[in-house]
């Protein structure tokens, strides 16, 4: 089981769940964070600090974002698991299902 980053994050990054990670298992693309699911050790960290509400646990995702588990896992088809967010910075890529949505509106 993993953590699964939904629409709220898109075109927002705050980036916090970033800093609380322990493991580095969040990955930057181009609009979204993606938790990598091999990566990730379930801590719940990340949950409580994201200030839209866009992380929750794979079985509590709502269903109007359940196909995010699947963007989250499938983003990592190419660079696999590469041990560490930090180190690859942003990555120039989105999932389909995020690169495809019109520019998200946040209250600043």
Not at 50 to 57: F, G, N, S, T
Not at 77 to 91: H, L, Q, T
Request: one cysteine or more; hydrophobic letters at 30%; a negative charge.
């Amino acid at each position: 089981m993993t953590y699964v980053i939904a629409q709220p994050c898109v075109d927002l990054k705050d980036k916090a769940c970033i800093e609380e990670c322990p493991v580095d298992c969040i990955y930057e693309g181009k609009r979204s964070l993606y938790i990598q699911p091999d990566e990730c050790v379930d801590c719940g960290a990340c949950e409580p600090v994201c200030p839209v509400e866009a992380i929750y646990y794979e079985d509590d995702t709502p269903e109007q974002w359940a196909d995010y588990y699947k963007a989250n896992v499938e983003f990592f088809d190419e660079i696999g698991s590469p041990g560490g967010a930090a180190k690859m910075g942003v990555i120039d890529y989105d999932h389909p299902l995020i690169a495809a949505l019109p520019p998200q509106e946040h209250d600043e």
